[in-house]
């Protein structure tokens, strides 16, 4: 089940919120907890080991600026989803600097959440169709995507760099990467694929993962990655 945690300090906005998102989700896939202060959220994560796969937090909280929250959140879970919720869209220009972001607009959260929630719950739940399947002899291999960090071209054979193992396998990445995945596990040089949920930074030639590995950029990929990041982020 995946554990989502909501950060308003305006109660009524709070549980309009939880409301969205239980109407957006099938059942059962999710536990929201709801936390009307930042210090509140941070504590128990420090304290009790919370560790949410998405954060929702308001743009305009008093006790800590949203974008010193989720740099706070950055540090303790890198791997943490965040979504920024405005009641105004001039609201959004304060979250700019903040990394690995999402924006909804709450007076329109139904048009919003929908794309942005249903994205976190495809990357962060296993399913086939969100995953790798890694062809060995006799037998196929099953990676859900959420676990790839890239993949590697060696000579003629593919390393599949996953968060605890590689896998180093004869089918190239044009047969691995299924079509739903391929606006997020996307080229970026000749010889590497990176997977964008991963991708903490983008610098100028390179992606920086969450984990500090850095993925190369090249001048012949640098427009098509660019674009497909932004997209993936909602930046576009």
């Known amino acids: 089940m995946l554990q989502f945690a909501l950060c308003d300090e305006n109660e009524q906005q709070l549980q309009d919120t939880v409301s969205v998102i239980i109407d957006l989700l099938p059942p059962g896939i999710v536990e929201i907890t709801g936390f009307s202060s930042p210090s509140q959220l941070l504590d128990r994560i420090d304290q009790d080991g919370f560790q949410p796969d998405l954060a929702l937090l308001h743009i305009a909280l008093s006790e800590m600026s949203s974008s010193a929250l989720a740099e706070q959140l950055n540090r303790r879970l890198p791997n943490c989803r965040i979504v920024f919720v405005c009641t105004r869209r001039d609201e959004s220009t304060g979250a700019s600097a903040a990394p690995r972001l999402w924006f909804s607009i709450q007076n329109d959260c139904l048009g919003s959440l929908r794309p942005l929630l249903g994205q976190s719950v495809s990357w962060l739940l296993p399913g086939t169709a969100g995953s790798l399947l890694l062809g060995f002899k006799g037998r196929t291999l099953v990676v859900p995507a959420y676990e790839v960090l890239y993949l590697e071209r060696e000579n003629r054979k593919t390393r599949v760099v996953c968060e605890q193992t ?38 100028k030639n390179e992606f920086v993962l969450a984990n500090g590995t850095r993925i190369p950029i090249s001048r012949s990929h640098r427009e098509q990655a660019v674009q497909a990041f932004c997209t993936f982020y909602g930046r576009e």
């Open 166 to 203: 590689s896998y180093l396998i004869s089918q190239s990445p044009a047969k691995l990467i299924p079509e739903v995945l391929s606006r997020h596990i996307v080229r970026c040089h000749q010889g590497y694929w990176v997977n964008l949920a991963k991708v903490r930074s983008l610098e």
